[in-house]
């Protein structure tokens, strides 16, 4: 897409961190921005500040999401960016996690990408001058990390939607990219705060304290650069969005070892 003037980003977990910053970013090109989140406070005070339409939205919701595209359609008539962005960032080891812990990531980290494609898609495949997804994922989507089991298997697996997403596409007007952040300086692992009552787990995992405290204390980049290669790589129809090269050696040692097994 290298024209985003005038046209329609919607943006969920808008209100703080990389969601944010990608609303500034798209702002800035000219675009008409809606930016999702499921907390009320922060989103009305981030859409107030940046003069963006915010709406309450619960990405672990199908029918909240479908909400969202109502909303979009009724006050834009379609969108043509959809990021896809909304996350949490459970820790555990796996041998302690509760189903409850599985089930809040999976829900928010995956089906809130398969939400936001059910609601969104239809609305860009329709548009004549075409849309673009960007589904945010990680390094840890990449290559597995302990201490974060369901944070690692529900990157996995937004990056293998995001693969089929795009050759299923291939051809049409429709782009698609896959952002894998490596740290970057967003409130992620503070996510309890947002955690439904019902999955809440009382025993706090004891491999948590410690991968929380791993990430942390990395030095993260800012959000604002990761914006920008978002912008960039929808501009330029571009697939992976790979914020810290330093990290690739990681995907090049578990792709080594996958070949060197095969040729065992």
Not at 68 to 95: K, P, W
């Amino acid at each position: 897409m290298e024209e985003l003037a005038g046209r329609v980003a919607v943006v969920t977990g808008g209100a703080s961190g990389i969601g944010r910053a990608m609303a500034v970013r798209f702002r800035d090109a000219g675009m008409h921005v809606v930016i999702a989140d499921v907390e009320e406070a922060p989103l009305a005070a981030t859409a107030a500040e940046l003069g963006v339409v915010g709406v309450r939205t619960d990405v672990a919701d199908s029918a909240s999401v479908q909400a969202l595209a109502d909303q979009v359609v009724e006050r834009f008539g379609t969108a043509h960016v959809l990021c896809n962005n909304a996350g949490v960032g459970g820790g555990g080891v796996i041998s302690s996690l509760t189903l409850n812990d599985w089930k809040w990531v999976l829900d928010v980290n995956l089906w809130g990408v398969v939400h936001g494609l059910q609601s969104f898609l239809p609305l860009l495949l329709a548009n004549d001058d075409g849309g673009h997804v960007v589904n945010t994922a990680s390094m840890a989507g990449l290559t597995a990390w302990p201490g974060i089991g369901p944070y690692n298997a529900s990157k996995y697996a937004v990056v293998a939607i995001s693969e089929t997403l795009a050759l299923e596409l291939a051809g049409s007007r429709v782009g698609v990219s896959v952002l894998c952040p490596g740290v970057v300086n967003t409130n992620i692992f503070q996510s309890q705060r947002n955690r439904p009552e019902a999955l809440r787990n009382p025993q706090r995992n004891p491999g948590a304290r410690a991968a929380n405290a791993q990430v942390t204390s990395m030095s993260g980049i800012d959000p604002s650069v990761v914006a920008d290669q978002v912008h960039d790589a929808v501009v330029d129809g571009r697939f992976w969005i790979l914020t810290h090269p330093e990290l690739v050696e990681h995907v090049e040692h578990r792709t080594r070892s996958i070949v060197d097994a095969a040729h065992r």
